[in-house]
């Protein structure tokens, strides 16, 4: 059974309505720089992220997945990962639809899941029918006992309290900054791509020249 989480306006209720813009403000900030030490240290002990990492840069193929807000966290990671690696793709529901992945799973491929409270029942729904067909899956989530968290391969195990009506994004953006990098470090070609990235960003003036 996984354990119930408050909503955005249960958390409204509770730690913003009724408090004054600089009270507030100082009760984030000091949640928040809690938090942060709390995360770094929980990335420095456990060796989560680098299992994931080596699942990664060993897959063929790579799909990121998630819905609501995880899809902005998806959307990251995909970027990051990119940028080192080829086969690297987001399961938007426009470019690449849910369908065609579960449709064409292979040996190597990997799915990447981001699934938050609340817990957004398509991403449970696609993530469970890929290991259900054969593939595996890697997941980021907040809580041990979160949905999918027994299909995955490895699960990363993130915490998001914070004092304000949204959860923090704090750890999770750590996280994959984490998880992007050690995978890039891992990979044979990713310097390679990268410069060969660099010419290409130059060749179309994609960035203003700097002073």
Do not use: C
């Not at 490895?154 to 900054?177: G, M």
């Amino acid at each position: 059974m996984t354990t119930k989480r408050s909503t955005p306006s249960e958390r409204f209720d509770r730690n913003v309505q009724r408090r004054s813009a600089q009270v507030l403000k100082q009760r984030v900030l000091e949640q928040q720089r809690t938090e942060f030490g709390k995360a770094l240290a929980w990335a420095a002990e456990q060796d989560a992220i680098e299992q994931a990492a080596a699942l990664i840069v060993s897959a063929r193929r790579r799909y990121l997945l998630g819905y609501g807000k995880s899809l902005s966290f998806a959307s990251l990671l995909a970027s990051d990962l990119s940028a080192g690696l080829s086969g690297v793709h987001l399961v938007d529901g426009a470019a690449l639809r849910a369908l065609d992945v579960l449709g064409d799973i292979r040996q190597g491929d990997l799915l990447v899941a981001v699934s938050l409270a609340r817990y957004r029942r398509e991403t449970i729904d696609i993530a469970s029918a890929y290991v259900r067909h054969g593939g595996q899956l890697v997941l980021v989530t907040d809580a041990e006992d979160a949905p999918l968290a027994d299909s995955a391969a490895v699960r990363i195990v993130i915490r998001t309290d914070s004092a304000s009506y949204a959860n923090s994004p704090t750890s999770v953006v750590l996280a994959l900054h984490l998880l992007a990098t050690l995978t890039i470090a891992s990979s044979k070609g990713a310097g390679r791509r990268l410069r060969e990235r660099d010419a290409l960003a130059a060749e179309l003036d994609l960035y203003p020249e700097e002073p």
